[in-house]
C-alpha cells in the first residue's frame, strides 16, 4: 500500500513494521551479583551440590587412609616375598640408600600411592576427584609446562650443578652394575609421583577438608605445616627450611586455583638432587643442615614462588591477592552438581566469593 504524504499509517502498516530491539540494558554476568559468585579452589567441596557437609571432609580423611595403607601393605607384600628369595635384594634399614633398588620402590612408590588414595577419598567423599587437580576440575598440564621452561633450568643449575661443585671432593661414582642401574632409573622416575603424592596429601586434602568447614584458607595452608615437617628427618635449620616451603606451596596452591604449580617446584627441586645422589655418598640422608645448604635450596624456591605468583597474575588478569576462582556451574563444578549455573572462569574481575573473601 502507498502512503499518502501527510496521510497517518494505517494500523495494518504499523504492525507490519519490523519491531525495533529494546535499548534498554540487559543484566550481564558481571552486573547481577547473583550471577558472579565464584569460589576459589579450597572451598570447590563446599558447593558440589549435597544434602550434608559437615560429616564428609571425615569421609575423605578415612577413605584416603584407608585406601593408602591397603595399597601400602599391596606394594610392601612382594618386596617382602623378593626379600626372602634374594637377600641381597632386602632394603636397607634406614630405606635411604640410592643405591638399592628397594629402597626407591617403598621409599618413593610408598609415597607415591597418596595420588590415587587422596583422589579415591576426594570421589567417595564429594562425588568428584577432579576437584582435588583444581578449579577447572582436571590437571593443568599447559600450566605446568610452560612453568617448567623456567623452573627446570633454575633447579637444574641451583639444585644440581651447584651441588655438584660444593661435593665434589666427596664424588665418588659407584660401579654400573645392574642393581645400581636399577636404583638410579628407579629414582628418576618414582621421584616426580612421590614429590606429587606428598602435595596431594598435605596441600589439596588440607585446604579442601578444611575448607569444606571453614572460610578462610590460611588454616588449611598451616594446619598440615608440622605434620609436613614431622615427616622428614631434618633437624634445626632443615625443619625450618620444609615448614618454610611447606607454606609457599599452600599459597601457590590458593593462588593458581590448583595444585600444578606446587607439583611441579617440588618435583623440580627432588629430581634433580636425586639426579646426582648415586654420586655423592650420604647426599640423600635428612638430618642437620647447614645454613649454606638451606640458602642454596630456599633462595631458589622463593625467588622462582615469587616470579611464578606475579606472573599468574598477570596472565590470568588478577589482583597480587586474589586467587583464581571458578564459578559455580562451570569447570569442576557442573551445573548439574551444583547450585544454579554462574558465570565461567574469573580473569580479574573481583566478585563476591563463596570463600568469603581473597584470603
Known amino acids: 500500500m502507498t502512503e499518502i504524504a501527510g496521510a497517518r499509517p494505517s ?91 628397594m629402597d626407591q620402590v617403598l621409599g618413593l612408590g610408598a609415597l607415591a600411592l597418596l595420588i590415587p588414595a587422596v583422589l579415591l577419598g576426594t570421589r567417595v567423599a564429594y562425588g568428584r576427584f577432579g576437584i582435588a587437580h583444581s578449579v577447572l576440575g582436571r590437571f593443568r598440564w599447559g600450566l605446568l609446562g610452560r612453568a617448567a621452561l623456567v623452573v627446570v633450568p633454575v633447579y637444574l643449575l641451583t639444585g644440581t650443578a651447584a651441588n655438584l661443585v660444593l661435593n665434589r ?102 629430581w634433580t638432587l636425586f639426579v646426582i645422589a648415586p654420586m655423592i655418598p650420604g647426599f640423600t640422608e635428612q638430618g642437620e643442615v647447614s645454613l649454606p645448604s638451606m640458602l642454596l635450596s630456599a633462595v631458589p624456591m622463593l625467588v622462582l614462588a615469587a616470579a611464578l605468583w606475579w606472573w599468574f597474575s598477570r596472565r590470568e588478569g588478577l589482583g597480587l591477592w586474589q586467587p583464581q576462582r571458578v564459578a559455580l556451574g562451570h569447570g569442576a563444578l557442573p551445573a548439574r552438581l551444583t547450585r544454579p549455573a554462574r558465570d565461567s572462569v574469573n580473569r580479574g574481575q573481583s566478585h563476591p566469593a563463596a570463600d568469603g573473601g581473597a584470603v
Do not use: C
Open 169 to 270: 671432593d666427596g664424588i665418588a661414582l659407584p660401579p654400573p652394575t645392574a642393581g645400581v642401574l636399577a636404583a638410579w632409573l628407579l629414582a628418576l622416575v618414582l621421584a616426580p609421583l612421590q614429590s606429587a603424592g606428598e602435595e596431594y596429601a598435605f596441600r589439596v586434602l588440607p585446604l579442601q577438608v578444611l575448607g569444606t568447614w571453614l572460610r578462610w584458607p590460611v588454616i588449611g595452608i598451616l594446619a598440615p605445616v608440622p605434620l609436613f615437617v614431622l615427616g622428614h628427618g631434618y633437624t634445626g635449620l632443615g625443619r625450618v627450611e620444609i615448614a618454610l616451603f611447606a607454606v609457599v606451596m599452600g599459597l601457590l596452591a590458593w593462588k593458581t586455583g590448583g595444585i600444578e604449580i606446587p607439583v611441579l617446584l617440588h618435583v623440580a627441586n627432588n
Open 11 to 101: 494500523p495494518v502498516a504499523e504492525h507490519s513494521r519490523p519491531a525495533v530491539p529494546d535499548p534498554s540494558p540487559v543484566p550481564s554476568a558481571a552486573s547481577d551479583p547473583a550471577v558472579s559468585e565464584q569460589v576459589a579452589f579450597h572451598r570447590l567441596p563446599r558447593v558440589v551440590r549435597h544434602r550434608r557437609y559437615w560429616w564428609r571432609p571425615l569421609l575423605a580423611l578415612l577413605v584416603t587412609a584407608a585406601s593408602f595403607a591397603a595399597m601400602g601393605l599391596l606394594l610392601a607384600v612382594p618386596v617382602v616375598a623378593v626379600s626372602l628369595i634374594w637377600p641381597g635384594a632386602a632394603p636397607s634399614e634406614m630405606i635411604s640408600d640410592p643405591l638399592n633398588p
